[in-house]
Structure formats: structure tokens, C-alpha cells
T-cell receptor
Framework: DVKVTQSSRYLVKRTGEKVFLECVQD?????MFWYRQDPGLGLRLIYF???????EKGDIPEGYSVSREKKERFSLILESASTNQTSMYLC??????????????FGPGTRLTVL | QQQVKQSPQSLIVQKGGISIINCAYE??????FPWYQQFPGKGPALLIA?????SEKKEGRFTISFNKSAKQFSLHIMDSQPGDSATYFC????????????FGKGTMLLVSP
């Protein structure tokens, strides 16, 4: 069964802390994505990666960075957390090209609160 | 600039009724239009998707209607059930391995018993 796991379901951090959100997929997918989900704003893409050590900015990369050292793992880093980064963070993965539908598989999300 | 506009923001439908959610897009290069369903506490999951070479796709009680000239597509849920209560996101992309999904803002559907 397809699986995307995220290291924490809930996380509380202080302003200014460095925060790591981890995502692991077991489907050997090339593509991995980080989104944030906020009420009324939907899903917004932060960063994505097509391959190990590759990264591309999404729509809202400011204040975030990512790391992909292994194919199955994609980390989102908040260098200095701020209260406006309080949100639900979702990780997703997909194969590079399905030839049909480019389905993304999502993890359960990490709800981050920055105090 | 929002490239996929979704409405309504929330919807209440009685059990057995038809739920309709609409989306409009701007980028004519989009050629893949999925709908994702998200239950509370879960990540979104693909529900149904359509390519623009057809005007309608049906899977069980769920149907996508697609109007290429109007750049609009909609999700219809027939015989809506309380178990359909969830947040629904439309999305669009170019169907290539390097393409990303552009999501609408979501519709929270509540089906009352």
C-alpha cells in the first residue's frame, strides 16, 4: 500500500527556533512536494524536488528551505520560525511520469504552531 | 494571481441530494484536471480526474463535467451521503512528469443526514 509518512502530527515551537519537518515515502517516487494548508487559502506549494539533491521553489518559498539527500526523504526547514508560519504542512510524492494521471500521494500532515 | 478559482467555499446538502462544486482556470496550457478529497485529520487523496479530450467522466456517484471553451470544470456528487462530508479541492496542471498541481482554495461539503 502506498505510504507517505510525516515525522510529527503536531508540533509546537517558539519564535526564532529552527524547525525540521520530515517526510518519507516508500513508493520509490521521484517527485516530492511540500505544501502548506490554511483555511480559505487552500493548498499552496512551498518547494518541490524531482530528484535527489534537486529542489525547485514553489509559490511561497520565502522563509523555508528544503533538503533531499535520499530519494525517499524530503525535509522542510524553517530557518527561524515565525508566528505566520503556524499552519498545516503536507508532504506529497508522485512518480516522475505516469503516462496517464500524475497522481500525488499525500501524507497525513503536520500541524505546526509557532508561539 | 490565482489560476484556479473554486466555488462555493462551503456547501450544505441534504442526504440524497446533488452536490455541485465549480472551478474555473485561466491557463490554457493546463491539460489535466483532478479533484482531491480530504477528510478531517487526513491528507488529500485523488478522487477523480479528467483530461480535456472528453467532456465528462463518471466514476460511481462522482462525475466531472468539463467545458474547455469556458475554461470551467465541475464535480457533481449524486445521491450525496453523510460519508461524503469532506473538503474537496479542484486542481489543474500540465500532465508531464515535471509539472506541479495548482489547487483551488477548497470547498467544505457537509451532507446532513
Amino acid at each position: 500500500d502506498v505510504k507517505v509518512t510525516q515525522s510529527s502530527r503536531y508540533l509546537v515551537k517558539r519564535t526564532g527556533e529552527k524547525v525540521f519537518l520530515e517526510c518519507v515515502q516508500d513508493m520509490d517516487h521521484e517527485n516530492m512536494f511540500w505544501y502548506r494548508q490554511d483555511p480559505g487559502l487552500g493548498l499552496r506549494l512551498i518547494y518541490f524536488s524531482y530528484d535527489v539533491k534537486m529542489k525547485e521553489k514553489g509559490d511561497i518559498p520565502e522563509g523555508y528551505s528544503v533538503s533531499r539527500e535520499k530519494k525517499e526523504r524530503f525535509s522542510l526547514i524553517l530557518e527561524s520560525a515565525s508566528t505566520n508560519q503556524t499552519s498545516m504542512y503536507l508532504c506529497a510524492s508522485s512518480i516522475l511520469f505516469s503516462g496517464a494521471y500524475n497522481e500525488q500521494f499525500f501524507g497525513p500532515g503536520t500541524r505546526l504552531t509557532v508561539l | 494571481q490565482q489560476q484556479v478559482k473554486q466555488s462555493p467555499q462551503s456547501l450544505i446538502v441534504q442526504k440524497g441530494g446533488i452536490s455541485i462544486i465549480n472551478c474555473a482556470y485561466e491557463n490554457t496550457a493546463f491539460d489535466y484536471f483532478p479533484w482531491y478529497q480530504q477528510f478531517p485529520g487526513k491528507g488529500p487523496a485523488l478522487l477523480i480526474a479528467i483530461r480535456p479530450d472528453v467532456s465528462e467522466k463518471k466514476e460511481g456517484r462522482f462525475t466531472i463535467s468539463f467545458n474547455k471553451s469556458a475554461k470551467q470544470f465541475s464535480l457533481h456528487i449524486m445521491d450525496s451521503q453523510p460519508g461524503d462530508s469532506a473538503t474537496y479541492f479542484c486542481a489543474a496542471s500540465m500532465n508531464s512528469g515535471y509539472s506541479t498541481l495548482t489547487f483551488g482554495k477548497g470547498t467544505m461539503l457537509l451532507v446532513s443526514p
